[in-house]
């Protein structure tokens, strides 16, 4: 259900065409394939998480056109996104610049890996210890146990 | 009147979870037999209250009764039967009736299979369960109703969203919701155990069934969904990274840590703590989910301020269980047993390696997904977290993952030995890097990513064999031993095996994807245009109409070296009752590849605006997932596993528990 209503909500704000149109290709591959590149991480701002290179809005549209137009008129990829930016806030970057704001955003899968491995780590090495606190006769029962099991 | 009648059949169903809360968990702390019996029989009752609640409305639908809003919004007269069936859960009140209906489902199965589970476990699990029953229900009686009605009732309904008048509406919802809420169960087990203060093995071996369950229904689930999204929006993309996908993507991954971590603590009477915490976590995702998507707070922020009952209701429901069951868990985990040791080199040690991964997948999911929302309400900024940011940060997560997982699979329980294992799979290893190299000297030109993806596809598909190999080989080589060695061995092994694969099946077909081909162009008929090996000629463009669509068909003839393999039909459809235009894009399959065909806008000049894409070995995206749940399902027939099997052989007759 969740997908379906993604879905109504994508395609509710489908316009009549669909994503990148024929007559938009520029004739440059090199320069088109910068351009798809570049679209694909451009936010449509009327959809809901779908690049402008994805999206049949027309909004998207008129993005696809201008990031062309920037390129043909020889700016760099940076140029490109700093002008969409300028234009349209941090909001149309699906992926997010790395700043104070956005610092837990960026980190937390680092975080979350190196906080659970030092924890596991130190569990190991606590029950390593309580394991070593046995006495040794202790030690050569359990050791027999162990191995008559495996 | 039936409508009325499964409107009291509802409130009927709320009355008896409350008394299937109230009495069995009494009747635990007191234990009373007696009344710890009301649980299953009220779990009954509930069930098949809800279950004629649902009969009801989908009468309503198939009978087209305009006097119910529910109908009138989302249904129309000339609506094929199987989507005035499909349409009953196309709506929100809709998929939250079915929502129960499947949540008192489950606790019908925990009630009918009382045999294989002790009374006092029994009892606090549907107690639970009862719990998220009675939530749901009061959500549906006062802010979502379905059988409200409508006077007067106007001549015909406002139709089904046309994009939902698809097979995938009768599929893709239930696989899912079954696989959501068949998590609750592991959740009501978890707390029982909690509110009993004991856990053993015994409990992990009676948790594992449901588990395996929830988890191979929400992968078929998740992939039916991604196919869906696939054929029917039109640009050939299967994954989003929509906030809506991502609801379903972390209880699946929390939910794959479950079916793991269970494996140990069945095996060994280990990871206990770890094991309950995950259950509850996998259930809250499953939560978190439905209120992301039922509360509208995903479109907007403001959307959700406008219209805050439902919301808040979830929220609500959220804020009780989730913080209810953590503040048990606090409570009362300190108190369970530790269970058995094992060294950080061991089967068990990758599993929990395993977990540290696909929990820390799983965080990342969450953080990407609710970053954006946090940020708005905090600081009013608005920023997008898209494809980008989860390629640069999940993806790197997972490949580490997966290239341990046959290592991991290969390593004996309790102390293994990690050159010993390495060496067992040298063989797969190197079989999968000459793949891989084979594949890269033929590609060179091409990009890197898909022969790295394919060898590592393949490395744990090989490693998977090579694990059912190794444990059946004898020496000599002789072979019918050797087969009746590999058929004896549990099935539970060969469905992890299985799923495995599936999951390298799934790894190649993501990339596979580097080479995708896509061609753009303007078309007349008689007209060709390449794309990747082969060629389609545009035959015809005819308008066609249906009972409650119009369309323009185009016919395509897909060419490979001048011979014809078949023609494909795309359609851009206008749904005449809503006004809304969709596009059907046409697909030619060659064995695992597709040839992916969508219909673009008639150009100035009167030529067809043409999308065609060329995707080799796709089809093995969806084709691992239902491997995956294959796999989970030849686990579950494992003798050990079934319902009830070991119970049956000790059974006692001791309490007075009434007949089913």
Known sequence: MRALIAFAIILLSFGTARAVQPDEVLKDPALEQRARAISSGLRCLVCQNQSIDDSDADLARDLRLLVRERLTAGDSDAKVRDFVVDRYGEFVLLRPTFRLRTLLLWLTPVLVLGLGGIGLAYAVRRRHRSAAALSSDEQRALDALLERDA | MLVEAGHFALALALGLSLIQVVVPLWGARA??????????????????????????LTMAYVTSDFS??????????????????????????????????????????????????????????????AAITLAFLAFI?????????????????????????????????PLLYVGYVGFSIAFAFACAALIDGRIDAVWARIVRPWTLIAWAFLTLGIAMGSYWAYYELGWGGWWFWDPVENA?????????????????????????????????????????????????????????????????????????????????????????????????????????????????????VFIGTLYPLALEVMTGEKISVGEPFFNLTFVPLIIPLLLLLPLGQTLAWKRGNLLGAAQRLYAAFG?????????????????????????????????????????????????????????????????????????????????????DVESL???????????????????????????????????????SGGRELGSVETMKRLYITRGMPTTEAGILTRGLSQVYVSLGEIQPNGALGMRLYYKPLVLLIWLGAVVMAAGGGLSLTDRRLRVGAAAKARRLPVSPLPAE
């Not at chain 2, 009752?45 to 004629?52: E, K, L, S, T």
């Open chain 2, 521 to 559: 162009g303007t078309m007349r008929p008689g007209d060709r245009l390449a794309v990747g090996p082969y060629e389609a000629r545009l035959e015809t463009i005819v308008p066609r109409r249906s009972a409650n669509y119009r369309e323009d068909v185009a016919t395509l003839t897909i060419l």
């Open chain 2, 68 to 129: 119910v809003l529910n109908v009138v919004e989302n249904s129309h007269s000339t609506k094929p039967l199987i989507y005035k069936i499909a349409g009953v859960w196309g709506n929100h009140e809709g998929s939250m009736l079915l929502w129960v209906l499947i949540l008192s489902l489950f606790g019908g199965i925990v009630a009918l299979s009382r045999d294989s589970i002790p009374a006092r476990l029994q009892a606090n699990t549907l107690a639970v369960q």
């Open chain 2, 431 to 515: 079989l999968s890097l000459l793949v891989m190299i084979v594949i890269f000297a033929f590609t060179h030109q091409g990009p890197v990513a898909a022969p790295l993806g394919i060898g590592l596809g393949v490395f744990l598909i090989l490693g998977s064999l090579n694990d059912i190999v190794t444990r059946s080989w004898v020496k000599g080589g002789d072979w019918s031993l050797i087969r009746r060695k590999a058929f004896g061995l549990p099935r539970s092994s060969w469905g992890a095996a299985i799923a495995h694969a599936g999951v390298g099946l799934t790894v190649i077909g993501i990339a596979a994807t580097a080479w």
């Open chain 2, 248 to 364: 379903s993507l972390m209880p699946w991954l929390a939910g794959t840590a479950l079916v793991h971590s269970t494996v140990v603590m069945e095996k060994r009477d280990s990871l206990k703590i770890w094991t309950i915490l995950l259950a509850i976590l996998t259930f809250s995702l499953s939560l978190l989910g439905t209120f992301l998507v039922r509360s509208g707070v995903l479109t907007s922020v403001h959307s959700f301020a406008v219209d805050p009952e439902r919301g808040s209701f979830i929220l609500g429901i959220l804020v009780v269980f989730i913080g209810g069951s953590l503040a048990l868990f606090a409570w009362r985990a300190p108190m369970l047993q530790q269970g058995g040791v094992f060294a950080p080199i061991s089967r068990e040690g990758a599993l929990v390696l395993n977990n540290l991964f696909l929990a820390t997948g799983c965080a990342t």
């Open chain 2, 31 to 56: 234990n009373d037999p007696v009344l710890m019996a009301v649980a299953p029989t009220t779990a009954l009752a509930v069930f098949a209250c809800i279950g004629f609640a649902f009969f009801a």
């Open chain 2, 141 to 173: 009686l006062t802010t979502s109703n379905p059988f409200d009605r409508v006077i007067p009732a106007p001549a015909d309904g406002q139709d089904l969203n046309p994009l939902l008048q698809d097979l995938g509406l009768a599929i893709h919802p």
